[in-house]
């Protein structure tokens, strides 16, 4: 089976433009979280979305915005890109029925801005 | 704020030696925790996950919790050079989402053959 795919894997974008990152989880999990990685930290929750609704938001900017699709498929949007925007974003699927918090990850989409 | 602490390391080990790596969380409400392997330029793999009190083990690996004392650790048995990679600690607190998982900045593991 089919792990989690993140599109695209690299992408450069200059500053104050915007991106849009996807993401599918795993063949029946329904919850799809994202994080962002920065060299030398763990990765930082963003956005956790299940069933299409935003089931909990980390301490990020309004510039940051995300949604689900009715087949689960994610995407992440990030407008007015700053260069500490810089990071790996990583996708990461769940069940999140009762009792099953494991969460997998996609390969992720570096981000470079310029 | 909740928060996890891993000791960044490097943490050096010989081959076949144990390795164990360390993690301490602050929420004495957290019920749930994982740990992830990194390689360089790579997302995080989970390998370990333990909800309940005591050890839990999978091949080469034992996840041991106690929450009266707040530290989940990670031992790695007969480690390997294919180990030598950053083991990130990882919870969900009591009552978040369940997609909220707090990271501790990792542990950078060296196997040295």
Redesign the interface.
Known sequence: DAGVTQSPTHLIKTRGQQVTLRCSPISGHK?V?W?QQVL??????I????EKEE??R?NFPDRFSARQFPNYSSELNVNALLLGDSA?Y?C?S?L?GV?S????????TRLTVT | QKEVEQNSGPLSVPEGAIASLNCTYSDRGSQSFFWYRQYSGKSPELIMFIYSNGDKEDGRFTAQLNKASQYVSLLIRDSQPSDSATYLCAVIGYGGSQGNLIFGKGTKLSVKP
């Open positions: 919850s979280s994080y030398g930290q763990g990765p930082q929750f956005f956790q979305y299940y089931r909990g980390g790996l990583l990461a769940s999140a009792n918090y494991e969460q997998y990850f996609g390969p992720g």
